[in-house]
Protein backbone atom coordinates (compact mmCIF):
# COMPACT_ATOMS: atom_id res chain seq x y z
CA UNK A 1 0.00 0.00 0.00
CA UNK A 2 1.81 2.98 -1.11
CA UNK A 3 0.87 7.14 -1.10
CA UNK A 4 1.43 8.53 -4.44
CA UNK A 5 2.47 11.76 -5.73
CA UNK A 6 2.00 12.99 -9.39
CA UNK A 7 4.43 15.64 -10.18
CA UNK A 8 3.88 16.98 -13.66
CA UNK A 9 3.07 20.44 -15.35
CA UNK A 10 1.08 19.46 -17.73
CA UNK A 11 -2.33 19.40 -16.84
CA UNK A 12 -3.82 16.71 -19.41
CA UNK A 13 -0.84 14.18 -18.05
CA UNK A 14 -2.05 14.90 -14.86
CA UNK A 15 -5.67 14.17 -14.61
CA UNK A 16 -4.80 11.50 -16.87
CA UNK A 17 -2.16 9.92 -14.47
CA UNK A 18 -4.80 9.77 -11.64
CA UNK A 19 -7.32 8.62 -13.45
CA UNK A 20 -5.17 5.88 -13.54
CA UNK A 21 -3.94 5.17 -10.90
CA UNK A 22 -7.61 5.87 -9.23
CA UNK A 23 -8.27 2.54 -10.51
CA UNK A 24 -5.19 0.37 -9.88
CA UNK A 25 -4.39 -1.71 -6.57
CA UNK A 26 -2.37 -0.49 -3.74
CA UNK A 27 -3.17 3.17 -3.76
CA UNK A 28 -3.92 4.57 -0.81
CA UNK A 29 -3.30 8.22 -1.12
CA UNK A 30 -2.93 10.02 -4.09
CA UNK A 31 -1.94 13.32 -4.62
CA UNK A 32 -1.02 15.58 -7.79
CA UNK A 33 0.80 18.94 -7.73
CA UNK A 34 1.93 21.08 -10.98
CA UNK A 35 4.03 24.13 -10.32
CA UNK A 36 7.35 23.17 -8.86
CA UNK A 37 7.06 25.05 -5.29
CA UNK A 38 3.87 23.01 -4.59
CA UNK A 39 5.75 19.89 -5.82
CA UNK A 40 8.38 20.64 -3.12
CA UNK A 41 5.85 21.68 -0.81
CA UNK A 42 3.55 18.78 -0.87
CA UNK A 43 7.09 16.31 -0.61
CA UNK A 44 7.51 17.71 2.34
CA UNK A 45 3.81 17.65 3.65
CA UNK A 46 2.43 14.19 1.95
CA UNK A 47 5.91 11.77 2.38
CA UNK A 48 4.90 9.64 -0.38
CA UNK A 49 6.28 6.32 -1.49
CA UNK A 50 6.01 7.25 -4.86
CA UNK A 51 7.04 10.28 -6.79
CA UNK A 52 5.96 10.52 -10.36
CA UNK A 53 8.13 13.44 -11.62
CA UNK A 54 8.55 14.43 -14.98
CA UNK A 55 11.95 14.42 -15.91
CA UNK A 56 11.57 18.09 -17.62
CA UNK A 57 10.44 19.99 -14.56
CA UNK A 58 13.04 22.63 -13.09
CA UNK A 59 13.04 22.14 -9.87
CA UNK A 60 13.64 24.52 -7.29
CA UNK A 61 16.12 22.89 -5.63
CA UNK A 62 19.01 20.11 -6.21
CA UNK A 63 18.00 16.72 -6.84
CA UNK A 64 20.06 15.65 -3.75
CA UNK A 65 18.16 18.09 -1.56
CA UNK A 66 14.76 16.64 -2.84
CA UNK A 67 15.71 13.47 -1.84
CA UNK A 68 16.30 14.41 1.70
CA UNK A 69 13.26 15.41 1.55
CA UNK A 70 12.06 11.89 1.52
CA UNK A 71 11.59 8.62 3.50
CA UNK A 72 14.51 6.40 3.15
CA UNK A 73 11.96 3.55 0.66
CA UNK A 74 10.39 6.38 -1.31
CA UNK A 75 11.28 5.88 -5.43
CA UNK A 76 10.99 8.18 -7.87
CA UNK A 77 9.84 7.14 -11.39
CA UNK A 78 10.24 9.63 -14.12
CA UNK A 79 7.93 10.84 -16.83
CA UNK A 80 9.48 11.40 -20.08
CA UNK A 81 8.34 13.64 -22.97
CA UNK A 82 9.64 11.31 -25.38
CA UNK A 83 9.16 7.74 -26.01
CA UNK A 84 11.39 5.62 -24.73
CA UNK A 85 14.10 3.00 -26.04
CA UNK A 86 13.76 -0.73 -25.74
CA UNK A 87 15.80 -1.02 -23.13
CA UNK A 88 14.90 1.95 -20.56
CA UNK A 89 15.23 1.61 -17.24
CA UNK A 90 12.17 0.48 -15.22
CA UNK A 91 11.28 4.20 -13.69
CA UNK A 92 10.40 5.25 -16.64
CA UNK A 93 7.66 5.97 -18.22
CA UNK A 94 6.80 7.96 -21.03
CA UNK A 95 3.65 9.94 -22.03
CA UNK A 96 3.47 7.99 -25.32
CA UNK A 97 2.78 4.52 -23.33
CA UNK A 98 0.05 2.72 -23.87
CA UNK A 99 -2.22 2.17 -20.89
CA UNK A 100 -1.55 -1.13 -20.38
CA UNK A 101 2.36 -0.43 -20.38
CA UNK A 102 1.87 2.45 -18.11
CA UNK A 103 -0.88 0.18 -15.61
CA UNK A 104 2.04 -3.02 -15.56
CA UNK A 105 5.11 -0.60 -14.94
CA UNK A 106 3.21 1.22 -12.45
CA UNK A 107 1.87 -1.94 -10.61
CA UNK A 108 5.27 -2.77 -10.93
CA UNK A 109 6.42 -0.71 -8.73
CA UNK A 110 3.37 -0.38 -6.08
CA UNK A 111 3.22 -4.26 -5.45
CA UNK A 112 7.15 -3.65 -3.49
CA UNK A 113 4.94 -1.63 -1.30
CA UNK A 114 2.45 -4.92 0.07
CA UNK A 115 3.44 -5.09 3.36
CA UNK A 116 3.32 -8.86 4.80
CA UNK A 117 1.04 -8.54 7.30
CA UNK A 118 -1.63 -7.84 4.91
CA UNK A 119 -1.37 -11.26 3.46
CA UNK A 120 -3.91 -13.85 3.29
CA UNK A 121 -5.34 -13.53 6.36
CA UNK A 122 -8.20 -16.05 8.04
CA UNK A 123 -11.92 -14.63 8.30
CA UNK A 124 -12.96 -18.46 9.39
CA UNK A 125 -14.03 -17.85 12.93
CA UNK A 126 -11.54 -20.18 15.39
CA UNK A 127 -12.98 -22.59 17.71
CA UNK A 128 -12.17 -20.52 20.66
CA UNK A 129 -14.13 -17.32 18.97
CA UNK A 130 -16.85 -19.98 18.19
CA UNK A 131 -16.90 -20.79 21.89
CA UNK A 132 -17.39 -16.85 22.75
CA UNK A 133 -20.05 -16.08 20.51
CA UNK A 134 -21.76 -18.98 21.59
CA UNK A 135 -22.24 -17.36 24.90
CA UNK A 136 -22.33 -13.88 23.77
CA UNK A 137 -26.01 -15.12 21.23
CA UNK A 138 -26.81 -16.41 24.68
CA UNK A 139 -26.90 -13.27 26.29
CA UNK A 140 -23.94 -13.17 29.09
CA UNK A 141 -22.23 -10.24 29.75
CA UNK A 142 -17.75 -10.24 29.05
CA UNK A 143 -17.61 -10.95 32.68
CA UNK A 144 -19.90 -13.51 33.43
CA UNK A 145 -17.97 -15.21 30.06
CA UNK A 146 -14.03 -14.77 31.41
CA UNK A 147 -15.24 -16.58 34.84
CA UNK A 148 -16.99 -19.38 33.08
CA UNK A 149 -14.12 -19.67 30.51
CA UNK A 150 -11.61 -19.24 33.09
CA UNK A 151 -9.81 -16.08 31.17
CA UNK A 152 -9.92 -12.59 31.44
CA UNK A 153 -12.09 -10.15 30.61
CA UNK A 154 -9.43 -8.49 28.54
CA UNK A 155 -8.85 -11.59 26.58
CA UNK A 156 -13.04 -11.46 26.15
CA UNK A 157 -13.18 -8.20 24.91
CA UNK A 158 -9.98 -9.01 22.44
CA UNK A 159 -11.90 -12.01 21.23
CA UNK A 160 -15.24 -10.01 20.42
CA UNK A 161 -13.70 -7.38 18.59
CA UNK A 162 -11.95 -10.06 16.16
CA UNK A 163 -15.44 -11.69 16.20
CA UNK A 164 -16.98 -8.41 14.89
CA UNK A 165 -14.40 -7.67 12.47
CA UNK A 166 -14.44 -11.00 10.82
CA UNK A 167 -18.68 -11.50 10.62
CA UNK A 168 -18.97 -7.65 9.91
CA UNK A 169 -21.65 -7.78 12.74
CA UNK A 170 -21.45 -5.11 15.85
CA UNK A 171 -24.93 -5.53 17.57
CA UNK A 172 -25.84 -8.73 20.30
CA UNK A 173 -28.81 -9.22 18.85
CA UNK A 174 -26.82 -9.14 15.01
CA UNK A 175 -24.41 -11.69 16.58
CA UNK A 176 -27.38 -13.96 18.05
CA UNK A 177 -29.04 -13.99 14.44
CA UNK A 178 -25.74 -14.64 13.02
CA UNK A 179 -25.26 -17.96 15.62
CA UNK A 180 -28.76 -19.19 14.99
CA UNK A 181 -28.54 -19.38 11.16
CA UNK A 182 -25.37 -20.71 11.62
CA UNK A 183 -26.14 -23.68 14.57
CA UNK A 184 -23.97 -22.30 16.86
CA UNK A 185 -26.77 -21.99 19.37
CA UNK A 186 -30.07 -23.39 18.83
CA UNK A 187 -33.94 -21.64 19.12
CA UNK A 188 -34.76 -23.53 21.97
CA UNK A 189 -31.77 -22.02 23.80
CA UNK A 190 -32.36 -18.53 23.77
CA UNK A 191 -36.52 -18.81 24.75
CA UNK B 1 -35.92 23.31 -11.72
CA UNK B 2 -36.72 20.15 -13.74
CA UNK B 3 -33.16 20.74 -15.43
CA UNK B 4 -31.70 19.66 -12.17
CA UNK B 5 -34.04 17.25 -11.11
CA UNK B 6 -33.07 15.33 -14.54
CA UNK B 7 -29.72 15.92 -13.94
CA UNK B 8 -29.41 13.60 -10.61
CA UNK B 9 -32.51 12.24 -9.39
CA UNK B 10 -31.22 11.65 -5.85
CA UNK B 11 -31.84 15.20 -5.89
CA UNK B 12 -35.78 14.10 -5.47
CA UNK B 13 -35.09 13.49 -1.94
CA UNK B 14 -34.26 17.02 -0.95
CA UNK B 15 -37.48 18.31 -2.91
CA UNK B 16 -39.25 16.15 -0.82
CA UNK B 17 -38.06 16.68 2.61
CA UNK B 18 -38.14 20.43 1.61
CA UNK B 19 -42.46 19.62 0.42
CA UNK B 20 -41.57 21.27 -2.71
CA UNK B 21 -44.49 20.08 -5.03
CA UNK B 22 -44.24 18.81 -8.40
CA UNK B 23 -45.37 20.31 -11.35
CA UNK B 24 -42.26 22.73 -11.92
CA UNK B 25 -43.54 23.48 -15.77
CA UNK B 26 -40.50 25.62 -16.84
CA UNK B 27 -40.04 26.94 -13.79
CA UNK B 28 -36.53 28.33 -12.82
CA UNK B 29 -35.05 27.11 -9.33
CA UNK B 30 -35.07 30.38 -7.59
CA UNK B 31 -38.91 31.19 -9.02
CA UNK B 32 -39.83 27.65 -7.04
CA UNK B 33 -37.74 28.62 -3.90
CA UNK B 34 -39.57 31.56 -3.75
CA UNK B 35 -43.09 30.53 -4.44
CA UNK B 36 -42.31 27.61 -1.59
CA UNK B 37 -40.52 30.18 0.73
CA UNK B 38 -37.33 28.35 0.81
CA UNK B 39 -34.47 30.69 1.41
CA UNK B 40 -32.33 29.99 -2.22
CA UNK B 41 -28.98 29.47 -0.69
CA UNK B 42 -30.36 26.60 1.70
CA UNK B 43 -31.72 24.87 -1.05
CA UNK B 44 -28.54 25.09 -3.55
CA UNK B 45 -26.25 24.17 -0.64
CA UNK B 46 -28.17 20.98 0.16
CA UNK B 47 -28.52 20.44 -3.06
CA UNK B 48 -24.67 20.59 -4.17
CA UNK B 49 -24.05 18.45 -1.10
CA UNK B 50 -26.73 15.57 -2.30
CA UNK B 51 -24.86 15.94 -6.11
CA UNK B 52 -21.29 16.09 -5.16
CA UNK B 53 -20.93 14.24 -2.13
CA UNK B 54 -17.45 15.36 -1.44
CA UNK B 55 -18.29 19.03 -0.58
CA UNK B 56 -19.61 19.31 2.86
CA UNK B 57 -21.59 22.78 3.19
CA UNK B 58 -21.64 22.44 7.41
CA UNK B 59 -20.19 26.21 7.59
CA UNK B 60 -22.58 27.85 5.23
CA UNK B 61 -25.49 25.62 6.77
CA UNK B 62 -24.81 26.88 9.83
CA UNK B 63 -25.96 30.40 8.77
CA UNK B 64 -29.31 29.64 8.05
CA UNK B 65 -31.61 29.72 10.83
CA UNK B 66 -31.79 26.40 12.55
CA UNK B 67 -35.60 26.07 12.29
CA UNK B 68 -34.84 25.44 8.72
CA UNK B 69 -33.20 21.99 9.06
CA UNK B 70 -34.93 20.95 12.25
CA UNK B 71 -37.84 21.55 9.66
CA UNK B 72 -35.98 19.54 7.00
CA UNK B 73 -34.75 16.89 9.54
CA UNK B 74 -38.38 16.48 10.68
CA UNK B 75 -39.58 15.74 7.04
CA UNK B 76 -36.75 12.94 6.66
CA UNK B 77 -37.74 11.51 10.11
CA UNK B 78 -41.75 10.67 8.65
CA UNK B 79 -40.03 9.77 5.62
CA UNK B 80 -38.70 6.80 6.86
CA UNK B 81 -41.62 6.48 9.84
CA UNK B 82 -44.42 6.30 6.80
CA UNK B 83 -42.55 5.00 3.75
CA UNK B 84 -38.77 3.40 4.20
CA UNK B 85 -39.45 1.14 7.21
CA UNK B 86 -42.68 -0.09 6.61
CA UNK B 87 -41.72 -0.76 3.12
CA UNK B 88 -38.46 -2.88 4.43
CA UNK B 89 -40.78 -5.09 6.78
CA UNK B 90 -43.54 -5.61 4.66
CA UNK B 91 -40.94 -6.94 2.36
CA UNK B 92 -39.84 -9.26 4.65
CA UNK B 93 -42.80 -10.43 5.43
CA UNK B 94 -42.86 -11.25 1.83
CA UNK B 95 -39.86 -12.92 1.83
CA UNK B 96 -41.11 -15.19 4.83
CA UNK B 97 -43.82 -16.11 3.02
CA UNK B 98 -42.39 -17.31 0.00
CA UNK B 99 -39.59 -19.07 2.15
CA UNK B 100 -40.02 -22.45 0.97
CA UNK B 101 -36.57 -23.99 2.68
CA UNK B 102 -38.33 -24.86 6.15
CA UNK B 103 -35.85 -22.98 7.94
CA UNK B 104 -36.73 -20.06 10.13
CA UNK B 105 -33.94 -17.89 8.77
CA UNK B 106 -36.69 -15.18 6.89
CA UNK B 107 -38.47 -15.37 10.64
CA UNK B 108 -35.13 -14.56 12.80
CA UNK B 109 -34.59 -11.67 10.38
CA UNK B 110 -37.97 -10.33 10.83
CA UNK B 111 -37.66 -10.26 14.43
CA UNK B 112 -34.32 -8.88 13.71
CA UNK B 113 -35.21 -6.02 11.87
CA UNK B 114 -38.69 -5.54 14.18
CA UNK B 115 -36.69 -4.55 17.09
CA UNK B 116 -34.79 -2.20 14.98
CA UNK B 117 -37.89 -0.56 13.93
CA UNK B 118 -38.70 0.24 17.67
CA UNK B 119 -34.99 1.06 18.52
CA UNK B 120 -35.49 3.38 15.61
CA UNK B 121 -38.54 4.77 16.62
CA UNK B 122 -37.63 5.55 20.58
CA UNK B 123 -34.56 7.38 18.96
CA UNK B 124 -36.94 9.25 16.57
CA UNK B 125 -39.16 10.10 19.36
CA UNK B 126 -36.31 11.59 21.69
CA UNK B 127 -35.77 14.17 19.01
CA UNK B 128 -39.40 15.19 17.96
CA UNK B 129 -40.57 15.40 21.35
CA UNK B 130 -37.95 16.41 23.31
CA UNK B 131 -34.80 17.74 21.49
CA UNK B 132 -36.51 19.58 18.58
CA UNK B 133 -38.84 21.33 20.69
CA UNK B 134 -36.04 22.62 22.48
CA UNK B 135 -34.27 24.28 19.68
CA UNK B 136 -36.86 25.62 18.26
CA UNK B 137 -37.68 27.46 21.98
CA UNK B 138 -34.33 28.54 22.27
CA UNK B 139 -33.83 30.26 18.84
CA UNK B 140 -37.24 32.00 19.35
CA UNK B 141 -36.28 32.86 22.72
CA UNK B 142 -33.33 33.91 21.66
CA UNK B 143 -34.20 36.57 19.46
CA UNK B 144 -37.10 38.28 22.19
CA UNK B 145 -36.13 40.85 24.32
CA UNK B 146 -36.93 39.20 27.37
CA UNK B 147 -37.08 35.29 27.51
CA UNK B 148 -39.52 33.24 28.53
CA UNK B 149 -38.87 32.51 32.32
CA UNK B 150 -40.32 28.95 31.94
CA UNK B 151 -37.70 28.24 29.02
CA UNK B 152 -34.99 30.56 30.86
CA UNK B 153 -35.07 27.90 33.36
CA UNK B 154 -34.73 24.92 31.19
CA UNK B 155 -32.34 26.61 29.39
CA UNK B 156 -30.32 26.72 32.54
CA UNK B 157 -30.43 23.59 33.66
CA UNK B 158 -29.91 21.71 29.96
CA UNK B 159 -27.60 21.69 26.96
CA UNK B 160 -27.59 20.27 23.85
CA UNK B 161 -24.34 18.46 25.02
CA UNK B 162 -26.34 16.33 27.87
CA UNK B 163 -28.78 15.01 24.47
CA UNK B 164 -24.84 13.75 22.27
CA UNK B 165 -24.62 11.45 25.24
CA UNK B 166 -27.53 10.35 24.42
CA UNK B 167 -27.56 10.46 20.82
CA UNK B 168 -27.17 6.73 20.02
CA UNK B 169 -26.06 5.00 16.94
CA UNK B 170 -29.26 4.06 14.72
CA UNK B 171 -27.11 2.51 11.82
CA UNK B 172 -25.49 -0.15 13.97
CA UNK B 173 -28.39 -2.65 13.84
CA UNK B 174 -29.27 -1.70 10.42
CA UNK B 175 -25.55 -2.41 8.62
CA UNK B 176 -25.17 -5.90 10.85
CA UNK B 177 -29.13 -6.62 8.85
CA UNK B 178 -27.54 -6.13 5.87
CA UNK B 179 -24.26 -7.76 6.92
CA UNK B 180 -26.32 -10.81 7.47
CA UNK B 181 -28.46 -10.88 4.52
CA UNK B 182 -25.41 -10.00 2.00
CA UNK B 183 -23.08 -12.66 3.50
CA UNK B 184 -24.78 -15.32 5.60
CA UNK B 185 -28.41 -16.00 4.24
CA UNK B 186 -28.82 -18.11 0.89
CA UNK B 187 -31.35 -16.46 -1.19
CA UNK B 188 -34.84 -17.70 -0.76
CA UNK B 189 -37.00 -18.42 -3.93
CA UNK B 190 -37.97 -15.00 -5.45
CA UNK B 191 -34.08 -13.79 -5.81
CA UNK B 192 -35.63 -10.15 -6.87
CA UNK B 193 -37.36 -9.64 -3.83
CA UNK B 194 -34.05 -9.80 -1.86
CA UNK B 195 -32.19 -7.96 -4.17
CA UNK B 196 -34.49 -5.14 -3.62
CA UNK B 197 -34.69 -5.67 0.05
CA UNK B 198 -30.73 -5.38 0.20
CA UNK B 199 -30.66 -2.47 -2.33
CA UNK B 200 -33.61 -0.66 -0.05
CA UNK B 201 -31.72 -1.27 2.90
CA UNK B 202 -28.44 -0.20 1.42
CA UNK B 203 -29.74 2.78 0.64
CA UNK B 204 -31.71 3.71 4.21
CA UNK B 205 -28.33 2.77 5.60
CA UNK B 206 -26.86 6.16 2.99
CA UNK B 207 -29.98 8.08 4.24
CA UNK B 208 -29.58 7.89 7.55
CA UNK B 209 -25.54 7.99 7.15
CA UNK B 210 -26.71 11.95 5.54
CA UNK B 211 -29.38 12.34 8.55
CA UNK B 212 -26.45 11.81 11.19
CA UNK B 213 -23.69 13.86 9.29
CA UNK B 214 -26.23 16.99 9.03
CA UNK B 215 -27.25 16.35 12.96
CA UNK B 216 -24.05 16.14 14.27
CA UNK B 217 -21.69 18.58 11.86
CA UNK B 218 -24.78 20.83 11.48
CA UNK B 219 -27.14 20.98 13.85
CA UNK B 220 -24.93 20.59 17.06
CA UNK B 221 -22.78 22.62 16.53
CA UNK B 222 -25.09 25.26 15.29
CA UNK B 223 -27.13 24.94 18.91
CA UNK B 224 -24.42 25.14 20.77
CA UNK B 225 -23.20 28.38 19.39
CA UNK B 226 -26.43 29.31 19.91
CA UNK B 227 -26.83 28.13 23.31
CA UNK B 228 -23.71 30.38 24.40
CA UNK B 229 -25.04 32.98 22.57
CA UNK B 230 -27.87 33.21 24.27
CA UNK B 231 -26.51 32.93 27.51
CA UNK B 232 -24.92 35.66 27.07
CA UNK B 233 -27.28 37.73 26.27
CA UNK B 234 -29.02 36.43 29.10
CA UNK B 235 -26.54 36.17 31.47
CA UNK B 236 -27.45 34.77 35.34
Redesign the interface.
Known amino acids: MAKVLIAETSYLVRKGLVSLLEQTDGVTELKAAGHPDTIVQTLKEFSPDIILLNSAIQMPVTHDKLLSLLHDKARFIYIINTPLPEDSPANHISVFDTKNKLTEKLSHHLRQYESAEEKEETEELTPREKLILKHVALGYTNKEIATKLFISTHTVISHRKNITRK ?5 V ?2 LT ?2 S ?3 GIIK ?1 EDIQ | MSDLVQSDFELLAVLQRLKIPFGFKEKSIQTICREEGIDLNFFLNLARWYHERDFFPGETLMNHPVKWLVKYLRSTHSCYIEYHIPRIEEEIIRMESLDRSGGHNMQLMLKFFREYISEFTTHIQLEEEKIFPYILSLEENFEKETPDPEFLKTARGYTIKDFLDEHSDIEEKLVDLRNILLKYLAPPSDNCLFTNVLIEIFRLGNDLNDHTILEENVLIPQVIKLERDFHNKFPR
Not at chain 1, 167 to 171: A, P
Open positions: LDIKTSGVYLINM
